[in-house]
C-alpha cells in the first residue's frame, strides 16, 4: 500500500509562489509514475503535472508550463511541485498520486492518493 501525505498549501497573493511537498511510503515495485492533480470547487479533478519515478521525464498541464515545476527527492521520499505566479484560477485542493502507467495523465489511472492540501490564491 502506498501511502502519500501532502503538505504546504495555503493562502497566497496572485504573482505569489508555494512549493508542495508530498511524502510518500511504502511504494510498490508497479509504480512508475508520480503526479500532481488538483480539484477546484464545482469542477472535477484535473492532471497537473506528472514525472516517472525513475527518470526525469516529465509532463505538464498546458495551463502551468512555465509557472510550475515538478521535482522528486527519492532518498527522502518526497515528491514537490514548485508553483510560481500563481493566478487566482488555481485555487484549488491539489493532490498528490502515483500511478502504474507511465506518465499518464489520466485521473483513472492513478491508484494511490493524498489526501489533499488547500491553495487558494487571492486577487
Known amino acids: 500500500q502506498v501511502h502519500l501525505v501532502e503538505s504546504g498549501g495555503g493562502l497566497v497573493q496572485a504573482g505569489g509562489s508555494l512549493r508542495l511537498s508530498c511524502a510518500h511510503s511504502g511504494r510498490r515495485f508497479s509504480t512508475t509514475t508520480m503526479g500532481w492533480f488538483r480539484q477546484a470547487p464545482g469542477k472535477e479533478r484535473e492532471f497537473v503535472v506528472a514525472?516517472?519515478?525513475?527518470?526525469?521525464?516529465?509532463v505538464y498541464a498546458d495551463f502551468v508550463k512555465g509557472r510550475f515545476t515538478i521535482s522528486r527527492d527519492n532518498p527522502k521520499n518526497t515528491l514537490y511541485l514548485q508553483m510560481n505566479d500563481l493566478k487566482v484560477d488555481d485555487t484549488a485542493v491539489y493532490y498528490c498520486a502515483a500511478s502504474r502507467v507511465t506518465l499518464s495523465m489520466v485521473t483513472a489511472e492513478y491508484d494511490y492518493w493524498g489526501q489533499g492540501t488547500q491553495v487558494a490564491v487571492s486577487a
Open positions: 514525472i516517472s519515478w525513475i527518470f526525469d521525464n516529465t
